[in-house]
Nanobody, 126 residues
């Protein structure tokens, strides 16, 4: 069983940066893939980024590639999402998720994750 708690959301100006954190409980976290999703008002939840259990394999959605960086520190049971060059289109509730992945294919990366946090709001506005 893994519990996830996101933090670090807030209000940021366009062009600014923000780093989200995902604190995990349970030893299994270090064996699970980590992902970030987001959901804007009136829109479906959207995949943002994923990292394999070791952090050695990374995958980003096209909308954030080159601007966002996912990372993890298994010794601290922590995951991170550093977001640069933010725009209003990045405004959403951001969720971290974790779960076992048997391989690293697009289908596996985007398949449902077992554990989810409660989300943290990111608002990009001047």
């Amino acid at each position: 069983q893994v519990q996830l708690v996101e933090s670090g959301g807030g209000l940021v100006q366009p062009g600014g940066s923000l780093t989200l954190s995902c604190e995990a409980s349970g030893r299994a976290f270090s064996r699970y893939a980590l992902s970030w999703y987001r959901q804007a008002p009136g829109r479906e939840r959207e995949f943002v980024a994923a990292a394999s259990w070791s952090g050695g394999n990374i995958y980003y959605s096209d909308s954030v590639k080159g601007r966002f960086t996912i990372s993890r520190d298994n010794a601290k049971n922590m995951g991170y999402l550093k977001m640069n060059s933010l725009s209003a289109e990045d405004t959403a509730v951001y969720f971290c998720a974790a779960g076992p992945k048997m391989d690293w294919t697009i289908e596996t990366i985007l398949a449902p994750y077992d554990y989810w946090g409660q989300g943290t709001q990111v608002t990009v506005s001047s």
